[in-house]
Structure formats: C-alpha cells, structure tokens
T-cell receptor, first 117, second 114 residues
Framework: AQKITQTQPGMFVQEKEAVTLDCTYD???????LFWYKQPSSGEMIFLIY??????QNATEGRYSLNFQKARKSANLVISASQLGDSAMYFC??????????????FGQGTTLQVKP | EAQVTQNPRYLITVTGKKLTVTCSQN?????MSWYRQDPGLGLRQIYY???????DKGDVPEGYKVSRKEKRNFPLILESPSPNQTSLYFC?????????????FGPGTRLTVL
C-alpha cells in the first residue's frame, strides 16, 4: 500500500527565515512522483513542486526546494526566505506508476505553516 | 490562462435534490479526477477518467456519477445528495495518468447538504 506521512501538524516560522516541512512516504513502486501542494485559507489547492523517483537532483522552484532522500523515503519541502503569504496548509502527495494506481494523488494529512512578522 | 474551472463555487442544497458540479479544463489534458476533502479524512478520490469515454471508480464513489463525453469536461453528478456528502470538492486534471506529471486543481466547490 502507498502512504504519505506528515508528522508536523503545525509549524511556526519567522518571516524571512527558512523552514523545512517533513514528509515520508511508503510505496512498492519503482516509479513514482512526489508533489507538494499549498492550500491557503481560501481553499484552493496550488501545485508547488515535483520530484520524480529517478531524478538524481533535488527539484527547485523559486523559493521552494525538495530535499529528496530516496533511501530514507523522505521528500521534505524547504521554503527559503519565508513570507507572510506563505501561511497556509501544505500537503505532500505521491502518485504511483500507472500499473498499480488509478492516477490518483495520495495525500498526507498536511502541515499548517504560520509565518510570524 | 491555463486553468481548471469548477461551478458552482458554493452550494447549499437539500437532501434528495439532484445536482451537478461542472468541471472544465483548457489544457488538453487526458486525465481528470474528482476528490473530496473532509476534516480528519484528508483528500480522497471519487472518480477518475483516463480519457474521453473512459471513467472508473476511485476510493469513495458511492452516491456519485460522472461522465466524460468531451475531453475538456468532467461533471460530477449527485443524483440524490445526502448530508454525508457535505464536503469540499476538487476537480483536477493532468496530461496523463502516469506518475511523472502534476495534477492541476480547480478552485474547489463547497457543498452543504441539509
């Protein structure tokens, strides 16, 4: 079975500092994708960053980077230079290979991040 | 602008009154899916479609129907809504159903069934 675990229900970070949101995953697939989404209080689900299981380099998108440690099955999100607008719920998600999946995203329970001024 | 649109954004209805939530994407995506999000239960897949005329059940399909007659549209139908279908609903799409492409989400539909 595939599973995503986010162990931090809530996090605080000071504005302009960096923060790491933890994510571990479990899968028997050889091919899979790991994703992070942001859900602000308004409710929409915003795609942030993707990491493929075969990618050797960590993914980066602007202030977001994904610290991918395949042997440890972790895919932590690092947000650099936090801004007030980063306050939101963050979800780690996984998508497995087509043969074992419906194409669905499997989500973790989320981490609420609050950025302090 | 590339996007997934859903309508309505908010809906309050009564038990048993049939409703449809529309979903449309303008990115020529083959794969589309519906999720519901509930406190404590997270996001769960309701139905998905790998391509036109190809739909299948997700994890929580009971009480829902879908159709995929055109590539861009994937409506969610509640034939006889019940209070336990009160939820936040998301439509999502991606180029295909494989692991190596992101799903883009619509803005969500907050449904309340009284």
């Amino acid at each position: 079975a595939q599973k995503i675990t986010q162990t931090q229900p809530g996090m605080f970070v000071q504005e302009k500092e960096a923060v790491t949101l933890d994510c571990t995953y479990d899968t028997s697939d050889q091919s899979y994708g790991l994703f992070w989404y942001k859900q602000p209080s308004s409710g929409e689900m915003i795609f942030l960053i993707y990491q493929g299981s075969y990618d050797e380099q960590n993914a980066t998108e602007g202030r977001y980077s994904l610290n991918f440690q395949k042997a440890r099955k972790s895919a932590n999100l690092v947000i650099s230079a936090s801004q007030l607008g980063d306050s939101a719920m963050y979800f780690c998600a996984m998508r497995g290979s087509l043969s074992s999946n419906t194409g669905k995203l499997i989500f973790g329970q989320g981490t609420t991040l609050q950025v302090k001024p | 602008e590339a996007q997934v649109t859903q309508n309505p954004r908010y809906l309050i209805t009564v038990t048993g009154k049939k409703l449809t939530v529309t979903c449309s994407q303008n990115m020529n995506h083959e794969y589309m899916s519906w999720y519901r999000q509930d406190p404590g239960l997270g996001l769960r897949q309701i139905y998905y479609s790998m391509n036109v005329e190809v739909t299948d059940k997700g994890d929580v399909p009971e009480g829902y129907k879908v159709s995929r007659k055109e590539k861009r549209n994937f409506p969610l139908i509640l034939e006889s809504p019940s209070p336990n279908q009160t939820s936040l609903y998301f439509c999502a799409s991606s180029f295909w159903g494989g692991y190596n492409n992101e799903q883009f989400f619509g803005p969500g539909t907050r449904l309340t069934v009284l």
